[in-house]
């Protein structure tokens, strides 16, 4: 089992849409999880961090958080074809909690 | 500098050959990490310095790998005797000493063992 699970994808949603991405985890003990934009060919970079479950808002973005079900997603509302990239869940792990395991990613398709 | 900078951008090197790769963080960035992405992959954790304290190096393949960081700023990950499974994006990432514990990411570079 891996540390972090993404569905591959392809997501493709329409313009405007919402798109909801998953992630699960396995260390219970993990506190902090990111979601990471990656266009082709570039670097990851940073959209959202969140601590505590519930859910945590910035501008279209909506991260959630459910450490019980291991569960953490990103929902990026009214969609454009901007957005199209690798979404990366990241979840910092090891013992001084410094170490960020990603998972395999999510690309998003959004057609205008 | 504005973000993290990596040279060389490009490395193409012949199976056996030594490489440096080498990463200079964000001003200011105490925490300094080094990540591998294989194609259609998340990026993988290699190692991971605090100043010039190398703190966890579990994620290094083997002993053909080493990184370090002399002066708690610039770092070079060194791969000896190459091999062509070692062809992939090499990743550096900083993080600030204070406040949220995000990861800032560089360009990369792309290594190619042939």
């Known amino acids: 089992q891996k540390e972090v699970e993404q569905n591959s994808g392809p997501l493709s949603v329409p313009e405007g849409a919402i798109a909801s991405l998953n992630c699960t985890y396995s260390?219970?003990?993990?506190?902090?999880f990111f979601w990471y934009r990656q266009y082709s060919g570039k670097s990851p970079e940073l959209i959202m961090f969140?601590?505590?479950?519930g859910d945590k808002e910035d501008g279209r973005f909506t991260a959630q958080l459910n450490k019980a079900s291991q569960y953490v997603s990103l929902l990026i509302r009214d969609s454009q074809p901007s957005d199209s990239a690798t979404y990366l869940c990241?979840?910092?792990?090891?013992?001084?909690?410094?170490?960020?395991?990603f998972g395999a990613g999510t690309i998003l398709r959004v057609k205008s | 500098g504005a973000g993290v900078s990596q040279s060389p951008r490009y490395k193409v090197t012949k199976r056996g050959q030594d490489v440096a790769l080498r990463c200079d963080p964000i001003?200011?960035?105490?925490?300094l990490y080094w990540y591998r992405q294989a194609l259609g992959q998340g990026p993988e954790f290699l190692t991971y310095?605090?100043?010039?304290?190398?703190?966890?190096k579990s994620g290094l393949p083997n002993d053909r790998f080493s990184a370090e960081r002399p002066e708690g700023s610039i770092s070079t990950l060194t791969i000896q005797r190459t091999e062509q499974r070692d062809s992939a994006m090499y990743r550096c990432?900083?993080?600030?000493?204070?406040?949220?514990?995000?990861?800032?990411f560089g360009p990369g570079t792309r290594l190619t063992v042939l």
């Open positions: 969140i601590y505590s479950n």
């Open positions: 990241a979840v910092n792990m090891g013992e001084y909690g410094n170490k960020l395991v």
């Open positions: 260390d219970r003990g993990s506190q902090s």
């Open positions: 990432a900083s993080r600030p000493p204070t406040g949220v514990d995000t990861q800032y």
């Open positions: 310095f605090n100043y010039e304290a190398q703190q966890d």
């Open positions: 001003s200011g960035h105490v925490s």
